[in-house]
């Protein structure tokens, strides 16, 4: 027998034990999201709810792309006004086919030279018209990593390279390299997962990934695992589409020992737009979706997003390629906009400048111009006056 009193809850009600008189308060109800209402008629709903969607094709679930997919869904997100469907697929080279055939694909995430690859390879008609990008991702570095006994391209001859799932950046950038060096290799395609225990037991001689740097599933392999990256030097046969890289101990501080880099190339990346007809019902939702990402593109640069973002420049341009003409748009409405805010703050500098002795004594060297230019921040931020 219970030698003291207590309360018993079940449910939505508390009762008393062993004559403890306990008063009974209903629990709070859990609310119901705004979202889930009664939302009326269905075919009002359905109507709603695909108003202002836009789905985009991301890149394989576990890489770079698909994070950066998703984060656009939460930045854009804006109830039935603005939603973004992150969509995982077999990869950027699949993207761009996906982008032309599949439905309820408006943007995608793909390369640079995979676009050539449809152009001159599979010979897309109109491709140039019916393909346009939005912004330049910051590029994609060839990463090789190899067994010890591998100690360059050449070593690879005849040898077993695994490229990553089919479709993915490697599976077609990868190759390319390879037959531009001519180093012909038994190339090996399949999922990720365990690809890098195969390197350690013999099965694969290394495995080229095509990604932002770094990657987790390279980055978390451990010193001393007897593996290492070997590099992929920048030479004329890489000038077309790709830029001189490098990994660095930063970068990856279990491979690369500290103050040495391996040179590699990079491949740009780009979110691409299906070229909608103006005025048809997909142009009209494309459009708000970029109008959205250039007005709230300051909020994927900071935290907790991913860190390349910092790296996106608005304004970068992609060789052969034609700007979707909202993003265009947007851009020139940006810039105008800082060349308003440069003016401003200029005229305020030399307000500023005119209340210090320094400012009525002559010409003024740049060193100084500098320091002078910080005390006039600070004295904005004083002031309140901060454009």
Not at 70 to 86: C, W
Not at 313 to 326: D, E, I, K, M, Q
Not at 370 to 382: A, G, P, S, T
Request: charge should be neutral; aromatic fraction near 10%.
């Amino acid at each position: 027998m219970l030698k003291s009193g207590f309360a018993l809850c079940v449910g939505l009600f508390c009762v008393s034990v062993a004559g403890v008189s306990v008063s009974t308060v209903p629990a709070a109800a859990q609310a119901i999201p705004k979202s889930l209402e009664d939302p009326g008629p269905e075919a009002e709903l359905r109507e709603r709810k695909n108003m202002w969607t836009v789905g985009v094709a991301g890149g394989l679930f576990e890489g770079t792309f698909m994070r950066f997919a998703e984060e656009i869904r939460k930045v854009l997100d804006d109830g039935d006004e603005m939603r973004v469907l992150p969509i995982s697929s077999r990869g950027v080279m699949t993207n761009l086919e996906d982008l032309l055939y599949l439905r309820g694909v408006d943007v995608a995430v793909t390369q640079a030279d995979v676009f050539e690859f449809f152009r001159t390879v599979r010979r897309t008609p109109h491709l140039d018209t019916r393909i346009n990008y939005i912004l330049r991702f910051p590029v994609a570095e060839v990463q090789i990593v190899a067994r010890d006994d591998v100690r360059n391209i050449e070593d690879l001859r005849g040898r077993k390279v695994h490229f990553a799932a089919f479709g993915s950046a490697s599976t077609i950038t990868g190759p390319i390299v390879f037959q531009r060096l001519g180093v012909e290799v038994q190339q090996v395609v399949g999922d990720i997962p365990g690809a890098v225990e195969k390197m350690r037991t013999g099965e694969l001689s290394a495995i080229v990934r095509v990604v932002q740097k770094p990657v987790d599933h390279i980055a978390s392999i451990p010193a001393g695992s007897g593996l290492h990256f070997i590099a992929v030097p920048y030479s004329r046969i890489f000038t077309d589409y790709y830029a001189p890289a490098e990994l660095t101990h930063a970068d990856y501080p279990n491979l690369v020992p500290d103050g040495q880099k391996v040179e590699t190339i990079a491949v740009p990346s780009v979110l691409a737009v299906f070229n909608w007809q103006k005025k048809s019902d997909r142009y009209r939702r494309v459009a708000r979706f970029v109008q959205l990402l250039f007005a709230k593109f300051d909020k994927l640069q900071h935290p907790p997003f991913h860190p390349r973002w910092r790296d996106v420049n608005l304004a970068a341009t992609v060789p052969g390629w034609t700007r979707f003409s909202v993003a265009q748009e947007e851009l020139q409405r940006l810039q105008s906009n800082a060349g308003t805010d440069q003016a401003a703050v200029a005229r305020d500098f030399q307000a500023f400048l005119a209340q210090t002795d320094r400012g009525r004594s002559g010409p003024i060297g740049h060193s100084e111009r500098d320091e002078l230019f910080r005390q006039f921040l600070e004295w904005q931020r004083q002031a309140g006056r901060a454009h």
